[in-house]
């Protein structure tokens, strides 16, 4: 993709403090090598939460891309491979992690791994639903999941090989098991657990932990194709209560699983050890009437400090 194909940014991040910061993206042939290394720039805008916890959101610039796999790769639910027109939107740098989750929701899951800055997981789709939804009551900017399509436009970030480092990876470059190869780099490490966020190279578009790590929950319905998809990025519902998407691969898949094009399904009342999500914002403009919302939930939970408790244990009994 050319910078010609791109629509622009979101028209409101230049009233906000928009911060530009600095990375590298790197890029692998087919043997896992490093052929080359880029210096990158983009911006982001920081949402504050209580006790010093942030959360970094990325401008992602609008575009056109070809979503799934053609003909001869991938698997059958990644076809038809079509054209998709995505506008611009925020996305978040990292995966949601435990403290930020513990920010907002005050309570935390019973996490598989362990730790404040690794992803949290163990969230089914209906948690991260929740947690889009507090987070907007708080800040009054509309979060919510990525639409599928923005998730692989965003994964992507203009590459059209499997991955957004190139042909293959390694477990240098990702979390997944790497007793298990792509192409023909050599084998790598099986670390069994979650990462920290952040702890491998991020791609062009600023995103870090798109590949392998945890799977992550996309707003859509499943569908067992692309035929019919809407070609303007928008969430694909369905008229059941459908099955849900996850996106990206986890530590417990081979790299075949981590593409950018890989999709899984689940029930979206249910969170497997590998499954988080990162969120997305159309636009940094602020709703009144949802921040004012954010006193009448917070007047809730004072009044009914055990609600949140019961309905977690209600969750997990039924697991």
């Keep these: 993709m050319t910078t010609s194909d791109l629509i622009g940014v979101p028209d409101d991040i230049e009233g906000h403090s928009a911060q530009e910061f600095e990375f590298e993206v790197v890029t692998v042939n087919g043997l896992g090598e490093i052929t ?3 210096t990158h720039t983009a911006k982001q805008f920081i949402e504050n939460l209580d006790g010093g916890v942030s959360l970094g959101m990325v401008v992602i610039p609008g575009g056109t891309f070809l979503m799934g796999s053609r003909a001869g790769y991938g698997y059958e639910d990644e076809r038809p491979q079509h054209s998709v027109r995505v506008s611009s939107f925020l996305m978040g740098k990292y995966p949601v992690t435990q ?18 800055r690794r992803p949290v997981d163990r969230v089914s789709w209906y948690d991260a639903r929740e947690f889009c939804e507090r987070l907007s009551e708080r800040t009054g900017r509309v979060y919510r999941l990525p639409s599928e399509a923005e998730w692989e436009y965003a994964c992507r970030a203009r590459t059209t090989t499997p991955f957004y480092f190139g042909e293959t990876i390694t477990t240098d470059l990702a979390n997944y098991v790497g007793e298990h190869i792509y192409r023909s780099e050599p084998k790598g490490i099986y670390r069994h657990e979650t990462t920290e966020v952040g ?20 707003a859509d319905a499943w569908h067992d194709n692309y035929v019919g998809a809407p070609a303007d990025g928008s969430v694909w519902e369905s008229r059941s209560d459908s099955q849900r998407v996850l996106r990206g691969g986890c530590w417990h898949d081979p790299p075949g699983l981590c593409r950018s094009a890989a999709r899984l399904t689940h029930v979206p009342h249910e969170g497997e050890d590998f499954f988080g999500f990162r969120v997305a914002l159309a636009s940094l403009e602020q709703n ?9 939930a917070r007047a809730n939970q004072r009044i009914h400090p055990t609600r949140l408790i019961a309905r977690r244990i209600r969750t997990w009994f039924r697991r």
Excluded: K
């Design 36 to 38: 080359e290394r880029q």
């Design 199 to 218: 702890s491998f190279p991020p791609n062009a578009f600023g995103l870090y932990d798109m590949h392998g790590n945890v799977w992550e929950w996309c």
């Design 288 to 296: 009144t009437q949802t921040q004012s919302g954010t006193n009448r």
């Design 99 to 116: 403290e930020q989750w513990e920010g907002v929701m005050e309570w935390i899951p019973p996490c598989r791994c362990r730790g404040v």
